[in-house]
């Protein structure tokens, strides 16, 4: 198992939860100030890198629309910038919550 890796990022712990354990994986991941058991805190962890993996494909994906549409749909431009900046800021936020799981599982 290499770091960095999609082979490291296992989902064993995320993938045995309930539903409604995922539910609070989930709330665990994307929110602060969550107290959770355990269990929860370490499938957030190991959710947190495929959910930093989506968001940069997110990401990427609406720069050809904006590279095709710049000088000839203002309206279209502008809906890709405002999806361009909320996913931007979706990915920085799942950054911020995997550097902060990791130091609280590590303490």
Avoid: H
Wanted: proline content about 4%; aromatic content about 6%; hydrophobic content about 55%.
């Amino acid at each position: 198992m290499r770091i960095g890796s999609v082979s490291a990022m296992s989902l064993d712990i995320y993938r045995s939860c309930s539903r409604s354990e995922k539910r609070d994986v989930l709330e665990a991941f994307w929110r602060r100030e969550v107290d959770s058991p355990d269990r929860i805190m370490r499938a957030a962890l190991q959710y947190g890198p495929w959910a930093v993996l989506c968001c940069l494909v997110l990401a990427l994906e609406p720069i050809p629309v904006l590279a095709l549409a710049v000088g000839r749909v203002d309206a279209l431009v502008a809906a890709a910038v405002v999806v361009e900046a909320v996913v931007l800021a979706s990915l920085w936020w799942a950054t911020v919550r995997i550097t902060t799981l990791r130091r609280q599982l590590t303490v």
